[in-house]
Structure formats: C-alpha cells, structure tokens
C-alpha cells in the first residue's frame, strides 16, 4: 500500500523563547496532524502559556520556526502574522474573552467580518455555529446576560467560525464549574471531530487532557515526553 504524506496543520521546529536571560523555552519541537487534539500540561511557570502565545503569533520567536499549514511564521512582518492568526487560527481562554458590547451573535460573526467575508454569508455561518452550540435562542443576548458555561460556548463558536485548521485553548474550563466544564470539554471533542480541526489545550486538569488523544508535557520549557 502507497504512503501518503500528510503534512501537519503544525509544525514547532526548536523554538527557543527568553524573558531578560531566562531562556523560557528550550528548543521546543513538536507537530499536531489535523483534527488531532493535543494537551499541554507542566508544572506552573514551565512554558506553556508562553508556547501557546507563540503559536498564535503574539510572541515572537528568538530561535527556531513554527510552520502553520505550511507556512512559517518566523519571516513574516506583524500584518502577515496578524492575517495568518485571523485566518488559521482560533483560540479560547479562561475567561472568555467577549466583547461585552456586542451580542452573542455579533461576537460569533466578529471573526469573519475581520476577514471581509460578505453579510449573507456571515450571517448563515453564525446561525449554523450558534446552532452547533445550542445558542441560537440567546443570539441577541449581551455576554452579562449569559452564563460562565454560555459564554464560553459563545467563545467556541467563534473560535470555529471562520473554519481555522487550529483551536489554541488556554484552561477554558478553569473558570466553570464541573458540570459546565465537563460540558464545554464534551463540545471541543465533538466540534473539533466534526470540523477536524486541530487543538492546542493548555491545562493543569485531568479531565481536560482527557479529550484529547496526546499529551505534551513541558518543564522548565523542555519537552519532557509526547514531543
Ligand atoms: N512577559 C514576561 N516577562 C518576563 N517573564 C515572563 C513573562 N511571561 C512569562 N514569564 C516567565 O516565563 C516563565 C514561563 O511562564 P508561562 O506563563 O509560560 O508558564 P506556564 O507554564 O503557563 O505557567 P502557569 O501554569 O502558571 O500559567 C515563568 O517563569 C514566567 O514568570
């Protein structure tokens, strides 16, 4: 039988990061197939947020390069990176990270009019992404109006919206109780499954890097085993 090679949705290439002297992360390597999910875990301070902020091209690399559907991000200047971060990438965080101005809906289309995809088209892909989540009832409700649990599934709605090839999460349970948590975690599963997208989870919970089908664990900003 042929091989056919599948190029990752991401590559990490011997990324090395320093705050001041501190080399924060060591030569970090590793890649994520699409719509596999991958835990990052490690002790507090061992690198994790600051690999994530580099994935999605808000921090910037000192050494090394991450390939993002083929495309390295290391050359390009801030507006290249911004685009290919708007594009490819969507990303969820503890504490949702609304717009606390605009609607449940306007919040999900915010991703695509960025992208100067046409009204019609917006609008049908809120309402299929607010269906996805069970939302659609609360569309025009302020994120104030919306519980923790609601919210971050606004949060992951629009993270998916704009159908990136990578989800970056940053402990989105560990501002919800355990059944909203357990919730949120059972819709990345079936949502990145159905969109095949690929996640990066960042969490310190057992339940969190249960959905996921690998582990990366970091310390002292190595990777230790999963790479
Ligand atoms: N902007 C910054 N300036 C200086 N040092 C920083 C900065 N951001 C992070 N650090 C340091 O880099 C190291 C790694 O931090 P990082 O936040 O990536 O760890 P983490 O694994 O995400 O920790 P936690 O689990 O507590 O969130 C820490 O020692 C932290 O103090």
Known sequence: MALVAIEPVLQVASVVKHYGTRRVLDAVSFSVAAGERVALTGPSGSGKTTLLNCLGGVDRLDEGDITLHGRSIANLDGNELARLRRERVG????????????????????????????????????????????LVARAEALPSQLSGGEQQRVAIARALVHRPDLILADEPTGNLDSANGANILTLLRELTDETKTALVLVTHSEEAAAICHRRIHLRDGRVVNGG
């Open 91 to 134: 990303t969820v965080f503890q504490f949702f990270h609304l717009l606390p101005t605009l609607t449940a809906a306007e919040n999900v289309e915010l991703p695509l009019q960025l992208l100067g995809v046409a009204a019609e088209e917006r609008a049908a892909r809120v309402k299929d992404f607010l269906q996805r989540v069970g």
